[in-house]
């Protein structure tokens, strides 16, 4: 029997992903969607499955500020066939919060976690291409990483911490496009608008748009052609990032150290 192909989606239970979630389900895709909460998984996956009844819904549990239960919550569902990984969790925390594992937390959350989960399910990609990899990465990522206080974990807090990850998150994209290009993986990266989510109105006010517009440009990465790679996205096309993303070596310097910070994680990256 033939097995069921999956988007992962990650951040599922509100806002962006919540909205993406909804849309998928009306196109009736089939979908793996993550949360931290195994009572919002279970409302969400209720809620697609009466949009459209037709469609699998899976759920992954894991909370990104704890990288050995993320670990061990994406290796459970690695041998599933998934056509698409969308990295749409994010965070932003006001001062410099530390995790467990001893990163700061917007910078673990946004970036580190999904360069993890992003790796333990790459077979499933390269199994299933043509597939793609979507990162949601922000207009307000910064435009230069200090590498040598990353590296030593030398973490700022609050907007500073925000923006680095969103260049950290770009760098990555940039970086996976070039390595996985040849395995038939588009790996891209977007600003997904100023939305109405609990982040930016619990940090910024309600400045930007309705949340039902929210998943407008995870929707155009989606149905971009595979040929395309490598881009970031903005505005509902192909936009330019900050200057300092395209260059390779910052590219490798980024990834680097991602694994080097992981290095405690038992896991092999590619």
Known sequence: MKKEKFILLTGSTDGIGLRSAV???????NMIIHGRSKKKLFDVKNLLQKEN????????????????????????????DIKVVINNAGCFADGVVLTKDGFEKTYQVNHLAPFL?????????????????????????ASYIDFEALENKKFAGGYDAYSLSKLCSILFAFKLAGLLKEKEISVNCLHPGVINTKLLINNWGACG??????????????????NVTGEYLKGMKISKAAAFAYNKSNQDKCYEISKKHLKGIKIELK
């Not at 849309?23 to 895709?29: K, S, T, V, W």
């Not at 517009?213 to 149905?223: C, D, E, G, T």
Request: net charge negative.
């Open 117 to 141: 989960i992003t790796h333990i399910l790459l077979n499933s990609l390269i199994n299933n291409a043509p597939s793609k990899i979507i990162i949601v990465s922000s207009m307000a990522h």
């Open 23 to 29: 849309e998928f389900a009306r196109a009736g895709e």
């Open 209 to 226: 748009m309705d949340v039902k517009n929210a998943h407008r440009m995870i929707m155009y990465a989606y149905n971009l052609n595979h």
């Open 53 to 80: 009844p037709k469609i699998v819904i899976k759920t992954v549990c894991a909370d990104f500020e704890d990288l050995n239960q993320t670990k061990t919550a994406f290796e459970a569902i690695a041998d599933e």
